[in-house]
């Protein structure tokens, strides 16, 4: 069982950067593949970057492609989400999600989320 803690949030204006962290504990990470997902208000949650378990293959939304990057390091058991370029419509809750389901926005486990605010 993994257990997740996202964190770097915040207000931020458009054009600017954010870092998210994803700190994992338990068994397994390295051996997971993980991502993140992202909720607006009002929206469904939707698929944003993902990253295998060794860390060789990433992929991303289109809609945040060549402006975020996912890393992860297995032996501090986190995974980062680069933020560049932010937009007003990147504003939501984001998740980082073990062993993620881009297809079926599904996970076998979810962090707490963390807000990210895009002032125009």
């Known amino acids: 069982q993994v257990q997740l803690v996202e964190s770097g949030g915040g207000l931020v204006r458009a054009g600017g950067s954010v870092r998210l962290v994803c700190a994992a504990s338990?068994?397994?990470?390295?051996?997971?593949?993980m991502g993140w997902f992202r909720q607006a208000p009002g929206k469904e949650r939707e698929f944003v970057a993902a990253i295998s378990w060794s860390g060789d293959y990433t992929n991303y939304a289109d809609s945040v492609k060549g402006r975020f990057t996912i890393s992860r390091d297995n032996a501090r058991n986190t995974v980062d989400l680069q933020m560049n370029s932010l937009k007003p419509e990147d504003t939501a809750v984001y998740y980082c999600?073990?062993?993620?389901?881009?297809?079926?926005?599904?996970?076998?486990?979810w962090g707490q989320g963390t807000q990210v605010i895009v002032s125009s």
């Open positions: 999600a073990a062993d993620p389901q881009r297809t079926t926005l599904g996970a076998r486990t």
């Open positions: 338990g068994r397994f990470f390295n051996r997971m593949g």
